[in-house]
Protein backbone atom coordinates (compact mmCIF):
# COMPACT_ATOMS: atom_id res chain seq x y z
CA UNK A 1 0.00 0.00 0.00
CA UNK A 2 1.57 3.68 -1.01
CA UNK A 3 0.53 5.71 1.89
CA UNK A 4 0.33 10.12 0.91
CA UNK A 5 2.35 11.62 3.77
CA UNK A 6 1.61 15.15 4.09
CA UNK A 7 3.68 17.29 6.68
CA UNK A 8 1.78 19.50 8.75
CA UNK A 9 4.70 21.27 9.38
CA UNK A 10 8.58 20.96 9.30
CA UNK A 11 8.76 20.07 12.66
CA UNK A 12 5.71 18.41 13.92
CA UNK A 13 2.72 16.34 12.65
CA UNK A 14 2.08 14.92 9.15
CA UNK A 15 -1.57 14.10 7.86
CA UNK A 16 -1.53 10.44 6.19
CA UNK A 17 -3.89 9.46 3.41
CA UNK A 18 -4.73 6.31 1.20
CA UNK A 19 -5.35 3.79 4.61
CA UNK A 20 -7.91 2.16 5.94
CA UNK A 21 -7.84 1.47 9.92
CA UNK A 22 -10.98 -0.09 10.18
CA UNK A 23 -9.28 -3.22 8.08
CA UNK A 24 -6.28 -5.63 9.17
CA UNK A 25 -3.29 -4.23 8.06
CA UNK A 26 0.10 -5.86 6.63
CA UNK A 27 2.99 -5.66 7.80
CA UNK A 28 4.52 -3.17 5.43
CA UNK A 29 1.94 -0.74 5.70
CA UNK A 30 2.43 -1.41 10.08
CA UNK A 31 5.59 -0.50 9.71
CA UNK A 32 5.32 2.63 7.35
CA UNK A 33 3.02 3.72 9.69
CA UNK A 34 5.64 3.42 12.59
CA UNK A 35 8.55 5.04 10.43
CA UNK A 36 5.77 7.72 9.94
CA UNK A 37 5.12 8.13 13.82
CA UNK A 38 8.86 8.36 14.49
CA UNK A 39 9.67 11.06 11.99
CA UNK A 40 7.02 13.32 12.51
CA UNK A 41 6.13 12.49 16.12
CA UNK A 42 1.99 12.88 15.64
CA UNK A 43 0.08 11.32 12.76
CA UNK A 44 -3.36 11.87 11.30
CA UNK A 45 -6.08 10.26 9.49
CA UNK A 46 -9.43 11.52 8.33
CA UNK A 47 -13.22 9.53 7.61
CA UNK A 48 -12.32 6.23 10.16
CA UNK A 49 -15.11 4.87 11.55
CA UNK A 50 -13.57 3.06 13.95
CA UNK A 51 -15.29 0.65 16.25
CA UNK A 52 -13.94 0.30 19.52
CA UNK A 53 -12.53 -3.13 18.96
CA UNK A 54 -11.00 -2.15 15.46
CA UNK A 55 -9.87 0.66 17.54
CA UNK A 56 -8.17 -1.48 20.20
CA UNK A 57 -6.64 -3.75 17.14
CA UNK A 58 -4.99 -0.75 15.14
CA UNK A 59 -3.42 -0.08 18.70
CA UNK A 60 -1.92 -3.66 18.94
CA UNK A 61 0.02 -3.59 15.65
CA UNK A 62 2.33 -0.93 17.82
CA UNK A 63 2.36 -2.59 21.32
CA UNK A 64 0.80 -3.44 24.13
CA UNK A 65 -2.74 -1.60 24.76
CA UNK A 66 -2.36 0.06 28.40
CA UNK A 67 -5.09 0.27 31.19
CA UNK A 68 -4.49 3.64 32.29
CA UNK A 69 -4.89 4.84 35.78
CA UNK A 70 -7.43 8.10 34.65
CA UNK A 71 -10.50 6.87 33.10
CA UNK A 72 -14.22 7.58 32.53
CA UNK A 73 -17.75 6.33 33.55
CA UNK A 74 -18.67 6.07 30.72
CA UNK A 75 -15.38 3.36 29.02
CA UNK A 76 -16.47 -0.22 29.16
CA UNK A 77 -14.36 -1.92 26.95
CA UNK A 78 -10.87 -2.23 29.03
CA UNK A 79 -8.05 -0.16 27.50
CA UNK A 80 -10.82 1.74 25.40
CA UNK A 81 -11.66 5.32 27.17
CA UNK A 82 -14.53 7.58 26.33
CA UNK A 83 -13.55 11.31 27.08
CA UNK A 84 -17.30 13.17 27.03
CA UNK A 85 -16.73 16.73 27.96
CA UNK A 86 -18.88 20.16 27.15
CA UNK A 87 -16.56 22.44 30.13
CA UNK A 88 -12.80 21.85 29.46
CA UNK A 89 -11.47 24.41 31.20
CA UNK A 90 -8.99 23.28 34.21
CA UNK A 91 -9.41 19.60 33.50
CA UNK A 92 -5.59 19.57 32.83
CA UNK A 93 -5.75 18.31 29.03
CA UNK A 94 -5.36 22.24 28.36
CA UNK A 95 -1.26 22.03 29.70
CA UNK A 96 1.24 21.49 27.61
CA UNK A 97 1.49 17.96 28.96
CA UNK A 98 2.64 14.62 27.45
CA UNK A 99 0.60 11.33 29.41
CA UNK A 100 0.90 10.11 32.84
CA UNK A 101 4.94 10.55 32.78
CA UNK A 102 4.01 9.90 36.66
CA UNK A 103 4.23 6.14 35.99
CA UNK A 104 7.56 4.29 35.86
CA UNK A 105 6.91 2.99 32.22
CA UNK A 106 4.81 5.92 30.71
CA UNK A 107 2.70 5.77 27.79
CA UNK A 108 4.65 4.97 24.28
CA UNK A 109 1.97 6.85 22.87
CA UNK A 110 -2.03 7.01 22.51
CA UNK A 111 -4.78 7.11 19.56
CA UNK A 112 -7.37 9.54 19.80
CA UNK A 113 -10.24 9.53 17.49
CA UNK A 114 -12.96 12.45 17.18
CA UNK A 115 -16.70 10.71 17.57
CA UNK A 116 -18.45 13.80 18.04
CA UNK A 117 -17.27 17.28 17.94
CA UNK A 118 -18.39 21.24 18.49
CA UNK A 119 -19.61 23.32 15.08
CA UNK A 120 -16.25 24.98 16.07
CA UNK A 121 -13.50 25.11 18.86
CA UNK A 122 -11.55 21.93 19.80
CA UNK A 123 -8.64 22.07 18.32
CA UNK A 124 -5.58 20.34 19.55
CA UNK A 125 -1.89 21.39 19.24
CA UNK A 126 0.88 18.97 19.44
CA UNK A 127 4.53 19.86 19.91
CA UNK A 128 7.91 18.08 19.38
CA UNK A 129 9.74 17.90 22.28
CA UNK A 130 13.33 16.79 19.83
CA UNK A 131 12.78 20.11 18.54
CA UNK A 132 12.47 22.00 21.81
CA UNK A 133 15.53 20.76 23.02
CA UNK A 134 17.47 20.99 19.72
CA UNK A 135 16.40 24.54 20.16
CA UNK A 136 18.15 25.05 23.34
CA UNK A 137 21.63 26.92 23.63
CA UNK A 138 24.31 24.56 23.77
CA UNK A 139 25.54 25.78 27.62
CA UNK A 140 21.74 24.77 28.44
CA UNK A 141 21.87 21.75 27.06
CA UNK A 142 24.82 20.71 28.79
CA UNK A 143 23.25 21.84 31.90
CA UNK A 144 20.19 19.58 31.24
CA UNK A 145 21.84 16.37 30.50
CA UNK A 146 21.86 14.08 33.56
CA UNK A 147 19.74 15.97 35.39
CA UNK A 148 16.59 14.10 37.00
CA UNK A 149 13.01 15.14 37.66
CA UNK A 150 10.63 13.85 40.38
CA UNK A 151 7.02 12.90 38.51
CA UNK A 152 3.96 12.44 40.57
CA UNK A 153 0.06 12.45 39.68
CA UNK A 154 -1.09 14.69 42.88
CA UNK A 155 -1.97 17.73 40.73
CA UNK A 156 -3.89 15.74 38.52
CA UNK A 157 -5.92 13.55 40.95
CA UNK A 158 -6.52 16.78 42.37
CA UNK A 159 -8.53 18.00 39.39
CA UNK A 160 -10.11 14.18 38.88
CA UNK A 161 -11.95 14.85 42.08
CA UNK A 162 -13.79 17.36 40.44
CA UNK A 163 -14.66 16.00 37.19
CA UNK A 164 -18.06 14.48 36.69
CA UNK A 165 -17.17 11.92 34.54
CA UNK A 166 -13.99 10.82 35.43
CA UNK A 167 -12.28 8.68 38.21
CA UNK A 168 -8.87 6.93 39.16
CA UNK A 169 -9.23 3.31 38.69
CA UNK A 170 -6.90 3.15 41.47
CA UNK A 171 -7.04 4.78 44.59
CA UNK A 172 -3.83 4.53 45.72
CA UNK A 173 -1.43 5.85 42.85
CA UNK A 174 2.05 4.90 42.67
CA UNK A 175 4.52 7.17 44.72
CA UNK A 176 6.70 9.90 42.82
CA UNK A 177 9.09 8.41 40.16
CA UNK A 178 12.20 9.55 38.67
CA UNK A 179 12.69 10.25 34.97
CA UNK A 180 15.70 12.21 32.86
CA UNK A 181 14.71 15.83 31.82
CA UNK A 182 16.34 14.89 28.64
CA UNK A 183 15.13 11.47 27.38
CA UNK A 184 16.76 9.68 25.10
CA UNK A 185 14.57 8.25 22.58
CA UNK A 186 14.44 4.31 22.45
CA UNK A 187 13.72 3.96 19.03
CA UNK A 188 15.26 7.05 16.88
CA UNK A 189 18.17 7.86 19.57
CA UNK A 190 17.09 11.27 19.55
CA UNK A 191 17.54 13.44 22.77
CA UNK A 192 14.06 15.49 23.83
CA UNK A 193 12.94 17.66 26.97
CA UNK A 194 11.07 15.34 29.42
CA UNK A 195 9.60 17.28 31.97
CA UNK A 196 5.73 19.03 31.43
CA UNK A 197 3.71 21.19 34.65
CA UNK A 198 1.13 18.26 35.09
CA UNK A 199 3.14 15.83 36.75
CA UNK A 200 6.75 17.13 37.74
CA UNK A 201 7.70 18.49 41.07
CA UNK A 202 11.03 19.21 41.12
CA UNK A 203 14.23 18.56 39.37
CA UNK A 204 16.48 16.77 41.62
CA UNK A 205 19.63 17.50 43.59
CA UNK A 206 19.31 21.19 42.73
CA UNK A 207 17.99 24.12 45.11
CA UNK A 208 14.05 24.31 44.97
CA UNK A 209 14.05 28.06 43.79
CA UNK A 210 16.49 27.29 40.97
CA UNK A 211 14.47 24.04 40.05
CA UNK A 212 11.05 26.13 39.69
CA UNK A 213 12.90 29.03 37.71
CA UNK A 214 14.58 26.15 35.10
CA UNK A 215 11.28 24.26 34.72
CA UNK A 216 9.26 27.72 34.40
CA UNK A 217 12.10 28.78 31.33
CA UNK A 218 11.40 25.05 29.83
CA UNK A 219 7.44 24.85 30.20
CA UNK A 220 7.58 28.72 28.11
CA UNK A 221 10.05 27.09 25.63
CA UNK A 222 7.81 24.76 24.26
CA UNK A 223 4.90 27.09 23.57
CA UNK A 224 7.23 28.40 20.85
CA UNK A 225 5.28 28.03 18.03
CA UNK A 226 7.82 26.93 15.48
CA UNK A 227 7.50 24.03 17.93
CA UNK A 228 3.92 22.93 16.58
CA UNK A 229 1.51 22.02 14.83
CA UNK A 230 -2.43 22.39 15.27
CA UNK A 231 -5.19 19.82 13.93
CA UNK A 232 -9.00 20.63 13.42
CA UNK A 233 -11.13 17.57 14.31
CA UNK A 234 -13.79 16.26 12.03
CA UNK A 235 -15.86 13.43 12.77
CA UNK A 236 -14.01 10.12 12.95
CA UNK A 237 -10.47 12.10 12.29
CA UNK A 238 -7.86 10.10 14.47
CA UNK A 239 -4.66 11.20 15.79
CA UNK A 240 -2.00 9.17 16.48
CA UNK A 241 1.56 10.57 18.69
CA UNK A 242 3.94 9.39 20.07
CA UNK A 243 4.35 10.31 23.81
CA UNK A 244 7.46 10.48 23.76
CA UNK A 245 9.20 12.66 21.97
CA UNK A 246 5.98 15.47 22.04
CA UNK A 247 3.49 17.33 24.56
CA UNK A 248 -0.06 18.22 23.14
CA UNK A 249 -2.37 21.08 24.36
CA UNK A 250 -6.10 20.48 23.98
CA UNK A 251 -8.04 23.95 23.63
CA UNK A 252 -10.60 24.86 25.92
CA UNK A 253 -12.60 27.06 23.75
CA UNK A 254 -15.73 24.85 23.57
CA UNK A 255 -18.89 24.79 25.15
CA UNK A 256 -20.65 22.56 23.37
CA UNK A 257 -20.31 18.59 23.93
CA UNK A 258 -17.31 16.89 22.41
CA UNK A 259 -16.82 12.98 22.50
CA UNK A 260 -13.22 11.43 22.00
CA UNK A 261 -12.23 7.64 22.03
CA UNK A 262 -8.73 7.05 23.17
CA UNK A 263 -6.52 4.00 23.40
CA UNK A 264 -3.12 4.51 24.63
CA UNK A 265 -0.03 2.17 24.50
CA UNK A 266 2.45 0.63 26.97
CA UNK A 267 5.59 1.59 26.93
CA UNK A 268 9.35 1.66 29.01
CA UNK A 269 11.34 3.27 31.43
CA UNK A 270 12.67 6.51 30.01
CA UNK A 271 16.32 5.99 31.10
CA UNK A 272 17.90 5.05 27.42
CA UNK A 273 21.80 4.25 26.36
CA UNK A 274 23.88 5.77 28.42
CA UNK A 275 21.71 7.75 31.14
CA UNK A 276 22.51 6.64 34.60
CA UNK A 277 19.38 5.34 36.10
CA UNK A 278 19.10 6.57 40.05
CA UNK A 279 18.28 3.71 42.97
CA UNK A 280 15.14 5.12 43.03
CA UNK A 281 13.90 3.59 39.99
CA UNK A 282 16.16 1.30 39.32
CA UNK A 283 14.80 -2.57 38.68
CA UNK A 284 14.62 -4.97 41.51
CA UNK A 285 14.31 -8.20 39.72
CA UNK A 286 17.22 -10.40 39.87
CA UNK A 287 19.63 -10.58 37.45
CA UNK A 288 19.26 -13.07 34.71
Not at 42 to 69: M, N, T, Y
Not at 78 to 104: C, L, R, Y
Request: net charge negative; aromatic share 8%; charged share 25%.
Amino acid sequence: MNLDIRPLTPTVGAEIFGVDLCVELDDATVAALRRALLDHGVIFFRDQALSPEQHVRFARHFGEVKIPVFENKSSETPGFTVIDQSAPKGSGTDAWHADSTFMAEPPLGAILRAEHVPACGGDTLWASMVAAYDALDADLRERLDGLVAEHSARRVMALVEKLDNAYARETTIAPPVLHPVVRVHPETGRKLLFVSPNWVDRIVGIPEAESDALLRSLYEHVKSPELQCRFRWQRNSVAFWDNRSTQHYAVPDYRERRVMHRVMLAGDVPFGPGQARPAAVRSSRPPA
